[in-house]
């Protein structure tokens, strides 16, 4: 993982030349299903994007590095209440963005959502984005994600975010 990391930031680094975009900003969403689904309702997260290209191109491509933050609730099972501890993630993963007409953004992100608490596991995480990109400033975008870490570890969520251009 730390190799991994070290090779994303030196792509970063030596594309700086390019026309490249740094974004960031954050999301609030709620569960969509799931096995998780009645023990994680909420989620909400900060999320970073280098996307290499021109804004302005029909087709992007970058890397995404978020912080995502899913707190446990407290469950009736059998008739006993049970505590589900919080779910937080650090998801890293590759993003694409096909732009139409300068303002509507649609794309995917793919990677691996690296678990921040030991009883879960990490997994796959995949995110996919729908945003109205505001003169190239600032993007709201709806969206739908899921780290699917095992089989009764499927936490999706839907929500909307924000993010703001930074470079």
């Not at 900003?25 to 799931?34: D, I, K, L, Q, T």
């Not at 794309?107 to 996919?128: A, R, T």
Request: some cysteine.
């Amino acid at each position: 993982m730390k190799k991994t990391l070290f090779i994303l930031i030196g792509i970063c680094l030596l594309s700086l030349p390019l026309q490249a975009q740094w974004k960031v900003g954050g999301n609030f969403a709620s569960a969509s299903g799931g096995s998780a689904t009645d023990a994680y309702n909420i989620s909400f997260g900060v999320d970073a994007y280098y996307m290499f290209r021109n804004p302005d191109a029909f087709f992007k491509y970058g890397f995404n590095a978020s912080l995502l933050f899913i707190p446990g609730q407290e469950v009736d099972v059998l008739g006993s209440p049970v505590k589900f501890e919080n779910a937080n993630f650090l998801p890293a993963s590759f993003a694409v963005r096909f732009t139409f007409f300068r303002v509507l953004t649609l794309g995917p992100d793919v990677g691996y959502g690296l678990s921040l608490n030991s009883e879960i596991p990490g997994g796959l995480y995949i995110k996919g984005i729908l945003g109205l990109d505001i003169a190239n400033a600032v993007e709201v975008h709806l969206f739908l994600s899921n780290v699917n870490a095992g089989e009764n570890n499927n936490f999706t969520s839907g929500g909307i975010g924000f993010l703001i251009h930074i470079y």
